[in-house]
């Protein structure tokens, strides 16, 4: 029989449902505004983005913890391995990321550009981690 | 991967009392799925935390973990 969600499995799909929702929302807004020449300012569309993020991921978090037995109890060593391991994988694709944001300062993309790449290598570097964290819950390891 | 080391974990669960995974993992400190992946072979344990299973069933390491490499 397959053993429910803990806790911590349960936080990654969370945290990689909002940040989808929510910053898919927002570079879509963002890439649409780019093509149509119309929408929302970006700095409106982007506070509200993060607010929609912080409140559906505390919100959501919230929920699990009640619903789950032991939630509150500090991770055990293969919830340890499993968050050193996403995270060194979410931290080696991120430096490539950051150092591929050297393409669109090459040919001359504008500050307001540069800063929505390095938001979204943040945002891709995160989901990847959460994305390695529920393969390695489901996996066993 | 399953790793080389096999276990004796189910069976000593049920000659301890029908003794449910939750309740293993409670009295060693750890989860219900890090029970599950170390009894289907999915994870292999550290040395402190196999030690507080073979306690918990009063046996020796080898007789609740068997090296198959």
């Known amino acids: 029989m397959e053993a429910p969600m803990s806790f911590r499995e349960k936080a990654a799909w969370i945290g990689l ?7 898919g929302v927002y570079f879509g807004s963002i890439a649409l505004h780019r093509i149509s020449g119309r929408g929302p300012s970006a700095m409106h569309l982007m ?3 993060a607010a929609a993020y912080v409140a559906l991921q505390g919100g959501l978090t919230f929920l699990a913890a009640r619903a789950t037995p032991g939630a509150g109890a500090p991770p055990d060593e293969r919830e340890r391995l499993i968050q050193a391991r996403s995270h060194t994988l979410g931290y080696y694709l991120l430096t490539v990321l950051v150092v591929a944001l050297g393409a669109p300062l090459h040919f001359g993309h504008p500050a307001p550009d540069i800063l929505n790449f390095a938001m979204l290598d943040v945002v891709v570097a995160g989901c990847a981690v959460s994305i390695a964290q529920i393969v390695m819950y489901r996996r066993g390891i | 991967m399953a790793v080389p080391i096999a276990n004796s974990i189910r069976r000593l669960r049920f000659e301890h009392g029908e003794m449910t995974q939750g309740e293993l993992a409670e009295k060693i400190g750890m989860t219900r799925q890090t029970v599950a992946a170390i009894e289907a072979g999915k994870y292999s344990p550290s040395l402190e935390a196999a030690f507080r299973i073979a306690a918990v069933f009063g046996v020796g390491l080898e007789e609740v973990f068997q090296w198959q490499g």
Not at chain 1, 17 to 23: G, I, R
């Open chain 1, 17 to 23: 449902v909002s940040a989808v929702v929510c910053f």
């Open chain 1, 47 to 49: 506070a509200l983005c």
